[in-house]
């Protein structure tokens, strides 16, 4: 078995099985804990089967409100031996410019990191950037 | 406000492509866990505008090279220039790896996200690691904004 970092290896390396992660512990409404944020106001996770559907709003001003939906291009657990997914990678093309999107969840927070990649010399001057923002489930009750 | 009225929003007038200053991303970063068994070591290195990664995982005996790989640079906002965080993509074969890559108060912090294609059975998985280097002007940044709070 292939490493380039001791923590790849498996113990027990006969015991191998197919990995299949369900994303679940992401499925409902997220919102940003800033309220005033200029970025993302929302995200909403549907989990079906092992497919992660992802939706983004923003506030309509620095960021559109309404991104549009994207699947999890790559679901992950927290170690090599698996267990529920809880990060995943995806991303969105808005047109004028793309966005990179990893999300993990911690202590009950969705973290987001979004990497921002202007498209079609829409930059206007302005740099490719990065931010990373946290949110709270939405009450069900 | 939908996708065209923010790139409107965003002035789509001139289109200039930026390069950002790399200069404080360049070097050598350790990971800050002396007993790390994830990425041990980073080099970071100028190419032509951009950088290029090469990161060393922990082996048993000593580091183990995964080659040199390119990066899409960031600043912190859009008026920024300073390039403080990447991304970058290993495709070893065996296993594909995604690096998000930020600072935060002076140290690097790596989020690696790894796909095994090698049917080994062992599962994709998340990582988080901190980084430091002994020459970073970040951490210089960082003692001159303290000196002046």
């Given at each position: 078995m292939k490493y380039l970092r001791i923590q790849d290896q498996l113990e027990n390396s006969g015991a191998a099985a197919p990995a299949t992660l369900?994303?679940?512990?992401?499925?409902?409404?997220?919102?940003?804990?800033?309220?005033?944020?200029?970025?993302?106001?929302?995200?909403?996770?549907?989990?079906?089967?092992?497919?992660?559907?992802?939706?983004?709003?923003?506030?309509?001003?620095?960021?559109?409100?309404?991104?549009g939906e994207a699947n999890a291009e790559l679901l992950c657990a927290a170690g090599v031996h698996g267990g529920p997914a809880m990060s995943f990678v995806t991303s969105f093309d808005l047109g004028f410019k793309n966005v990179r999107v990893g999300a993990n969840l911690n202590q009950g927070l969705l973290v987001i990191a979004t990497f921002h990649s202007w498209q079609n010399h829409n930059g206007a001057g302005r740099s490719n950037y990065f931010s990373r923002e946290f949110f709270h489930r939405v009450n069900q009750s | 406000m939908n996708n065209a009225e923010v790139h409107e929003a965003a002035g789509a007038a001139i289109s200039v492509e930026r390069t950002l200053d790399v200069s404080a991303l360049l070097g050598e970063w350790s990971n800050t866990n002396p007993s790390a068994t994830g990425i041990v070591r980073l080099l970071l290195t100028r190419a032509g505008d951009g950088i290029a990664v090469r990161v060393f995982g922990a082996g048993h005996s000593e580091p183990l090279d995964w080659g040199e790989t390119p990066a899409e640079l960031f600043a912190d906002l859009p008026e920024l220039t300073q390039a403080t965080s990447f991304t970058s993509f290993y495709d070893l074969g065996f296993m594909s790896v995604w690096l998000l890559v930020y600072v935060n108060k002076g140290v690097l912090v790596v989020i690696s996200l790894t796909r095994f294609q090698d049917g080994s059975g062992r599962s994709n998985y998340w990582g988080r690691e901190f980084f430091s280097s002994p020459g970073s002007r970040f951490q210089f940044n960082e003692r001159k904004a303290l000196a002046h709070a």
């Amino acid at each position: 078995m292939k490493y380039l970092r001791i923590q790849d290896q498996l113990e027990n390396s006969g015991a191998a099985a197919p990995a299949t992660l369900s994303p679940s512990n992401f499925s409902g409404s997220w919102l940003n804990t800033n309220k005033d944020t200029p970025g993302v106001t929302r995200v909403t996770c549907n989990a079906e089967g092992n497919v992660l559907r992802v939706r983004f709003e923003g506030n309509g001003s620095s960021e559109p409100s309404e991104w549009g939906e994207a699947n999890a291009e790559l679901l992950c657990a927290a170690g090599v031996h698996g267990g529920p997914a809880m990060s995943f990678v995806t991303s969105f093309d808005l047109g004028f410019k793309n966005v990179r999107v990893g999300a993990n969840l911690n202590q009950g927070l969705l973290v987001i990191a979004t990497f921002h990649s202007w498209q079609n010399h829409n930059g206007a001057g302005r740099s490719n950037y990065f931010s990373r923002e946290f949110f709270h489930r939405v009450n069900q009750s | 406000m939908n996708n065209a009225e923010v790139h409107e929003a965003a002035g789509a007038a001139i289109s200039v492509e930026r390069t950002l200053d790399v200069s404080a991303l360049l070097g050598e970063w350790s990971n800050t866990n002396p007993s790390a068994t994830g990425i041990v070591r980073l080099l970071l290195t100028r190419a032509g505008d951009g950088i290029a990664v090469r990161v060393f995982g922990a082996g048993h005996s000593e580091p183990l090279d995964w080659g040199e790989t390119p990066a899409e640079l960031f600043a912190d906002l859009p008026e920024l220039t300073q390039a403080t965080s990447f991304t970058s993509f290993y495709d070893l074969g065996f296993m594909s790896v995604w690096l998000l890559v930020y600072v935060n108060k002076g140290v690097l912090v790596v989020i690696s996200l790894t796909r095994f294609q090698d049917g080994s059975g062992r599962s994709n998985y998340w990582g988080r690691e901190f980084f430091s280097s002994p020459g970073s002007r970040f951490q210089f940044n960082e003692r001159k904004a303290l000196a002046h709070a």
